[in-house]
């Protein structure tokens, strides 16, 4: 969580406060714009991309034949998270979260005195994300090896985590001949990040006396809390050339990294991390109390929220019939190395207690991100069931770029971490052309499960103090906390084309 330097190893101050269990998804495929393009799992870079051309390929904005609205709305999405053993044997922490909200705006324009060109203008939530947890451990236990006989037992961790990545797009392709289009797409990023992470643990007797004997040490606390909130807003540009012939088109994109250092707002963050009244049972000696608290906001923070490189390329073929279409595409994304997200100066005196005479701690405030290469596949199938009712389906990977992502240097500082799942999705859905306009409605099932993940906790079976990981009132962690992640989201899209044709 921070990088502390010790002339004194027996102040162990670098305890461990749980990592942050679900905030961005470190998954670059999460997205869901509800129009053709998700039904098909995104597999859309070499055609048939319709509205959302201008994040998959924008040389296909020239597919458009009219000037067009779409609105597409994701109106229902049911999130279900389950970390088993997550704070312990047989303590979890459960999650489910139904969101209604828009997903894609888009207009297409289509020039009348200039037919090779085609411009489009969009608004899309790449990815949303909110997440609350909490869950407590209340049981009567001997842990304190100052005080004798029973004490109460009492560990509440918190969560909540609300994380959003919109973009606001400007696009335009150009029909070089009858086989090449070439497009190209500015984009403004906003991520935006607002989470509080927290554990409060205190056990105590509930008489300070026993018999004749007084016993002041008798309430022992560890309390670790954070929050972080930002607004990071930042540049990028692709560039998509396609492909084009009667029966099958090929399509490549090109994705620069962001550009930062543009503007970022509601900055805002506190760490607090304090312990009172804990003592080693092996020596008997105690462990030093102290309170560590900082808080800074607006310019006295720097954020970074890089992205990477990428470069995309996707194949589709028409059948002889003209009825059935294959769809797939890939995704390579650079990696990033470690770097630091979060930047903030630590105030003076921000730490108080015993045995701080010899401390020196640093990058209490910063937070770190890095991201592994990753590749993703997506394929897809479109069939024309009959006129004006179209039948589409797919899949699509979406690993996960932060899993054991080494961090080097990095590995004590503050990061944002989550499920760490590789996810798949499954979609199918209609389109229907009525009176000229286009009516989607379809379905998309995600899942992910990982295993043998280290423990966010073990407040199923604390000691007072645990040398081998510094931790207060817990106990070790073992390898065998398993996640799971399912999603259903019900997908409603409308297309508005103003001179009264389907796309």
């Not at 509800?34 to 994040?55: C, D, F, H, R, W």
């Not at 490189?309 to 028409?318: E, K, L, N, R």
């Not at 199918?428 to 000229?436: A, K, R, T």
Request: net charge negative; glycine share 8%; aromatic share 14%.
């Amino acid at each position: 969580m921070k990088k502390i330097k010790f002339v004194n190893l027996l102040i162990a101050t670098g305890l461990s406060v749980p990592t942050m269990i679900c905030a961005q998804s470190h998954n670059y495929w999460a997205r869901s714009f509800n129009e053709e393009s998700s039904l098909l799992s995104g597999a859309v870079v070499g055609g048939g991309s319709g509205p959302t051309s201008i994040y998959y390929n924008p040389a296909n904005i020239s597919e458009v034949k009219a000037s067009s609205l779409s609105v597409n709305a994701s109106l229902f999405s049911f999130d279900f998270i389950n970390r088993k053993n997550a704070l312990g044997e047989g303590v979890n922490l459960n999650a489910s979260e139904a969101n209604v909200e828009p997903r894609f705006l888009s207009y297409m324009i289509k020039g009348k005195k200039h037919p090779d060109w085609s411009f489009e203008i969009a608004y899309l939530n790449n990815e949303n994300l909110k997440v609350e947890m909490t869950e407590s451990v209340d049981k009567n236990i001997d842990i304190l090896s100052q005080t004798p006989g029973m004490e109460r037992y009492f560990a509440i961790y918190r969560y909540n985590d609300n994380f959003r990545d919109d973009w606001i797009c400007l696009g335009g392709s150009v029909k070089l001949n009858d086989r090449f289009f070439i497009g190209l797409g500015i984009y403004i990023i906003v991520k935006s990040l607002n989470y509080s992470n927290a554990i409060d643990i205190e056990a105590y007797s509930t008489n300070d006396s026993v018999g004749s004997q007084y016993y002041p040490n008798s309430l022992a606390v560890y309390q670790d809390y954070q929050y972080l909130k930002f607004n990071d807003y930042r540049l990028n540009g692709k560039l998509g050339i396609t492909y084009k012939t009667e029966t099958f088109s090929i399509g490549m994109t090109f994705n620069s990294p962001s550009v930062g250092g543009i503007y970022s707002d509601g900055k805002r963050e506190i760490h607090k991390e304090s312990q009172i009244n804990i003592y080693d049972p092996e020596t008997g000696e105690p462990v030093p109390s102290y309170t560590i608290i900082d808080f800074k906001e607006m310019s006295d923070m720097d954020v970074s929220f890089k992205t990477p490189f990428s470069i995309a390329a996707g194949f589709t073929y028409q059948l002889a019939d003209g009825k059935r279409t294959f769809f797939t595409s890939a995704e390579y994304f650079s990696g990033l190395d470690p770097y630091r997200m979060v930047e903030a100066e630590e105030s003076d005196n921000i730490a108080s207690g015993s045995g701080f005479n010899d401390l020196i701690y640093t990058e209490w405030l910063t937070f770190v991100s890095g991201a592994r290469p990753v590749f993703n596949v997506a394929v897809g199938y479109s069939w024309t069931l009959k006129k004006d009712l179209l039948l589409m389906a797919g899949f699509r990977t979406d690993f996960n770029y932060y899993k054991n992502l080494d961090l080097g240097e990095f590995t004590e500082y503050n990061k944002v971490e989550n499920l760490n799942l590789d996810l798949y999705y499954i979609t199918c859905g209609l389109s229907w052309n009525v009176l000229g306009q286009d009516i989607i409605t379809g379905l998309q099932y995600t899942v992910g499960r990982s295993k043998d993940q280290k423990q966010i906790a073990n407040l199923s079976d604390p000691v007072e103090y645990s040398p081998l990981e510094n931790l207060p009132l817990q106990g070790d962690r073992s390898n065998n906390m398993i996640s799971l992640f399912n999603a259903i989201s019900i997908y409603f899209g409308a297309s508005f084309n103003f001179d009264g044709e389907g796309k």
